[in-house]
């Protein structure tokens, strides 16, 4: 079955833009999570959704937000762009919350100029 | 979540076992080890997890230490393909915050 997707691969945005991440979870994956990976501070956790509600989130500010439809698929918003937030975004699908392994897509590398 | 500690960097060569440890002496009686590895610009790949008994998979087998104190994942026949960055998580069973990568431990795989 297909992997987890995550569109757009690549995106380079202007400080003080904002941008949406998309992603499609492994057919009958309900949890989505979202991290952030940057050569500094490595793979960061930003939140996980189930069932459409947002379960968990990480430290991260306000600006970073996201949401997850009735098909599980989720997007992730990030607000005001700062140079500081350019990374690789990558999202991953678990069949259920809890005990279980996450499938991640390839990511979508953001530039922020 | 428990603490990891991973060597940085490791080498191995081509066709033989590479051998991956895992420090976690802090690890609590709910809590699995995961292990995913990441290949250079793509997505960490999920790899074995396990609670206390050793697990055995296509990929790799996991060896867990009798007090749960440290792991070691065992790629029995390295190839190429398997330098990556390998990464050892514990993580509890009720729900968390997620996945909490460290630092991991590059493997290269030597011809």
């Known amino acids: 079955k297909a992997g987890v997707t995550q569109t757009p691969r690549y995106l380079i945005k202007t400080r003080g833009q904002q941008v949406t991440l998309s992603c499609s979870p492994i057919?009958?994956?309900?949890?989505v999570s979202w991290y952030q990976q940057t050569p500094g501070q490595g793979l960061q956790f930003l939140f996980e959704?189930?069932?459409?509600?947002?379960?968990n989130k990480g430290n991260f500010p306000g600006r970073f937000s996201g949401r997850q439809f009735s098909n599980s698929r989720s997007e992730m918003n990030v607000s005001t762009l700062e140079l500081g937030d350019s990374a690789l975004y990558l999202c991953?699908?678990?069949?259920?919350?809890?005990?279980?392994?996450?499938?991640f897509g390839q990511g979508t590398r953001l530039t922020v100029v | 979540d428990a603490k990891t500690t991973q060597p940085t960097s490791m080498d191995c060569a081509e066709g033989r076992a590479a051998n991956l440890p895992c420090n976690h002496s802090?690890?609590?009686?709910?809590?699995?080890v995961y292990w995913y590895r990441q290949i250079h610009s793509q997505g960490p790949q999920y790899i074995i997890h396990?609670?206390?008994n050793n697990e055995t998979n296509e990929m790799a087998s996991l060896i867990i230490t009798e007090d749960r104190k440290s792991s070691t994942l065992i790629l029995p026949h390295a190839t190429l393909r398997d330098t990556a960055v390998y990464y050892c998580?514990?993580?509890?069973?009720?729900?968390?915050?997620?996945?909490?990568f460290g630092t991991g431990t590059s493997l290269t795989v030597i011809p």
């Open positions: 802090t690890i609590s009686g709910n809590e699995y």
């Open positions: 396990g609670l206390k």
């Open positions: 959704y189930f069932s459409e509600t947002q379960r």
């Open positions: 998580i514990v993580r509890p069973t009720t729900i968390s915050l997620g996945f909490y």
């Open positions: 991953a699908s678990s069949p259920r919350q809890g005990i279980t392994e996450a499938f």
């Open positions: 057919s009958g994956h309900r949890s």
